[in-house]
């Protein structure tokens, strides 16, 4: 429809185009209808196609059915002739199998009768055993018998040895009580004597009086003489009664003891005496500096006078070799280790043993007296030391030391401090009171200790050790200030023990050749060598008096130095 405005050309063309559709409406169905059927058409051959295609397929398809059936036939004939072969295979394996398995079974068989052999043999050992079983639990209860009676008899002698003790101990009790019971007889012997001799004084000054009375007329020269020979009878008779007692020696006074004369280096031999029959282990010198004491493997401690070398005492009692001797502070007793494990003590007064100390398990090779010589301290190979009351006579602490003891020495007056040298290199410092080690010193020495002292003012240590060396070592910070070692100085002796002169100048140490060495103690430095022992040298001692050196060797000889 033209519109209002429309040009006259377009509505003309409008119109046309209106009048041609009008025409062709009436075609629009045949067109519909032809374009349906030619699409079914095409829809039809497709099919057509589809199902000729699929005719030649299942044509082919059979075909091959045909041609694959032929060939599974073929095929199937051969799997059946090798099935055959391998089935005739199996048979004859299998007759193979049965076979072996006959002859497993005979032999089966075969072990069966012999394990029924074996369990029988068994069987019988099995009774066989516990017939012997029988047999040994019947010894048994016969031997725990004996045990439990064996242990009966132990404690029947675990208590008579305590009852000995007790004895032992009362028997000890009552020897001290004798001894001072003795001493006061002296005592009183001694006051009754001065009253005597006051008394036979008195008579013979009345006899004097008498006699100058009488003889007052007489002549002065017959006067005088009078008189001289009744002196002369009373200084008799008064040296007479004087020299008739036995008396005592008086020990050396303590202030006397501490100081110590100058130390001079000796130069030759002043006396050479054979001391024991047997091998010498230690030696010492009294502190007073008047007796020697020595001991070795013929089980004897000996004391000898120290200027003339003659024999004083000859202790016996030990039942093993002595390893070590002291004297006590007073020069009355001497004591003496011995690898027997105990410690015997002698007076050196009435020359009787006075006490034994037994506890140690293994040798002891060391014991020092204290310095009121109340107590022994002992060093022994059973890894002990121990501290024994010589009042009450028996051990009053143990230390457990960790290693074998060859020596121990005191490092004060009073025995609360302990210096032990051991088996295993060191040395080791103990509180005696409290039984715990201050210093456990290592390293010092490369082989085990054989003996230690402390010079005379306390300060320093010295130790001796089979790596031949001594050491100084200060006891306040247990730094080693100076060692000590020379060519040809070689330790003879596990327990060979070295010496300090009394005024700490010098060190001396014997030698495994039989030389002794001495040291100057500040500069380290060797002074002098002395040779005349011919074998190895046990020990070394420096006279209180600092004037004489004393030596002793394994050839049972004892040298004095002059």
Not at 1 to 25: G, I, Y
Not at 307 to 329: A, E
Not at 335 to 340: A, K, V, Y
Not at 479 to 506: C, F, P
Request: net charge neutral; aromatic share 6%.
């Amino acid at each position: 429809m033209a519109t209002q405005h429309s040009k006259p050309w377009e509505a003309n063309l409008l119109t046309q185009f209106q009048n041609r559709d009008a025409t062709v409406q009436a075609f629009r169905s045949i067109f519909d209808s032809y374009y349906r059927l030619e699409q079914k058409l095409l829809s039809l051959k497709k099919e057509h196609a589809e199902e000729v295609s699929s005719l030649r397929v299942q044509q082919q398809q059979a075909d091959l059915q045909k041609l694959d059936k032929g060939r599974l036939e073929e095929r199937a004939l051969l799997v059946d002739q090798n099935r055959f072969k391998e089935l005739e295979k199996q048979i004859l394996d299998l007759k193979e199998e049965r076979g072996e398995l006959y002859k497993t079974q005979g032999q089966n068989a075969q072990r069966l009768l012999e394990a029924n052999e074996t369990m029988k043999r068994l069987e019988q050992k099995s009774k066989s055993d516990e017939q012997k079983i029988e047999k040994l639990t019947a010894e048994v209860e016969k031997l725990v018998v004996k045990v439990q009676h064996q242990v009966e008899v132990i404690r029947e002698k675990d208590s008579t040895i305590q009852f000995i003790h007790d004895e032992m101990t009362a028997l000890q009790l009552e020897l001290t009580k004798t001894d001072e019971k003795m001493a006061e007889i002296k005592k009183e012997n001694s006051e009754l004597l001065d009253r005597w001799i006051k008394k036979k004084n008195e008579e013979v000054e009345r006899m004097n009086e008498a006699n100058l009375y009488s003889e007052r007329s007489s002549r002065h020269e017959k006067s005088l003489s009078g008189s001289s020979y009744l002196a002369d009878a009373i200084w008799k008779l008064r040296r007479s009664t004087i020299g008739s007692p036995q008396i005592s020696p008086t020990p050396l006074p303590k202030q006397l003891n501490e100081v110590y004369a100058e130390s001079i280096m000796p130069s030759e031999l002043k006396l050479k005496f054979p001391a024991h029959t047997d091998v010498i282990n230690t030696i010492q010198i009294s502190p007073d500096g008047a007796m020697i004491a020595t001991g070795g493997e013929d089980k004897k401690v000996k004391i000898f006078d120290s200027r003339k070398g003659s024999l004083i005492h000859n202790f016996g009692g030990s039942i093993q070799s002595v390893m070590c001797v002291d004297f006590s502070y007073t020069d009355d007793m001497v004591l003496g280790t011995s690898n027997d494990n105990s410690t015997r003590l002698w007076s050196t007064s009435t020359g009787r043993l006075k006490m034994t100390l037994t506890g140690h398990i293994g040798k002891v090779f060391s014991a020092r007296f204290n310095g009121d010589s109340s107590r022994v301290i002992s060093g022994s190979h059973d890894r002990t030391i121990k501290i024994w009351d010589l009042h009450r006579g028996y051990c009053v602490r143990t230390i457990f030391s960790f290693s074998s003891c060859n020596d121990v020495c005191l490092a004060d007056s009073d025995g609360s401090t302990i210096v032990s040298g051991h088996l295993d290199n060191n040395v080791r410092i103990w509180d005696a009171r409290s039984g715990k080690c201050i210093k456990d010193l290592g390293g010092i020495h490369q082989a085990q200790i054989t003996s230690v002292g402390v010079t005379p003012d306390g300060s320093k240590m010295l130790t001796s050790s089979r790596d031949n060396t001594l050491k100084l070592v200060d006891l306040k910070n247990y730094e080693t200030l100076h060692t000590y070692q020379a060519e040809g100085y070689v330790s003879g002796m596990n327990w060979a023990k070295a010496a300090i002169s009394r005024d700490g100048r010098y060190v001396a140490a014997g030698s495994a050749d039989g030389t002794i060495y001495f040291w100057d103690m500040e500069s380290s430095s060797l002074i002098k060598k002395l040779k005349e022992h011919t074998s190895a040298i046990c020990g070394v001692v420096w006279s209180p008096l600092g004037d004489h050196v004393f030596s002793a060797d394994r050839d049972r000889t004892v040298c004095i130095w002059n």
